[in-house]
């Protein structure tokens, strides 16, 4: 059974940082674009980034640019994404998700809500003092 299982969520202070990982079951990680998406209390689910399956292809939301940075190593069929500078904002629950579009390189289109088949139960991160 495909699975996708986040970890690493929890309560930090603002410019704190937190790892996210997004642990993969059931299939490997190598050939599915991989994206993290959130969702705060009230408003719809957003893309954060996303990371190609082919060449490691990357794609960030402007809120996060700078400082947010997405990784894999598909060794541990595992996909990371580390926060620096956490603002109260960034406070919601963090899914990763995977896509079986297999592109060599990662576009705002290719890193949509929509685009993505395979959904993990999400993390809650909470910023706050």
């Known amino acids: 059974q495909l699975q996708l299982v986040e970890s690493g969520g929890g309560l930090v202070q603002p410019g704190g940082s937190l790892r996210l990982s997004c642990a993969a079951s059931g299939f490997t990680l190598d050939y599915y674009a991989i994206g993290w998406f959130r969702q705060a209390p009230g408003k719809g689910r957003e893309e954060v980034s996303c990371?190609?399956?082919?060449?490691?292809?990357?794609n960030y939301a402007d809120s996060v640019k700078g400082r947010f940075t997405i990784s894999r190593d598909n060794a541990k069929n595992t996909v990371y994404l580390q926060m620096n500078r956490l603002k109260p904002e960034y406070t919601a629950v963090y899914y990763c998700?995977?896509?079986?579009?297999?592109?060599?390189?990662?576009?705002?289109?290719?890193?949509?809500?929509?685009?993505?088949?395979?959904w993990g139960q999400g993390t809650q991160v909470t910023v706050s003092t």
């Open positions: 998700a995977a896509s079986n579009r297999g592109v060599a390189y990662i576009s705002d289109y290719d890193c949509r809500v929509g685009a993505y088949d395979y």
């Open positions: 990371i190609s399956s082919i060449g490691g292809s990357t």
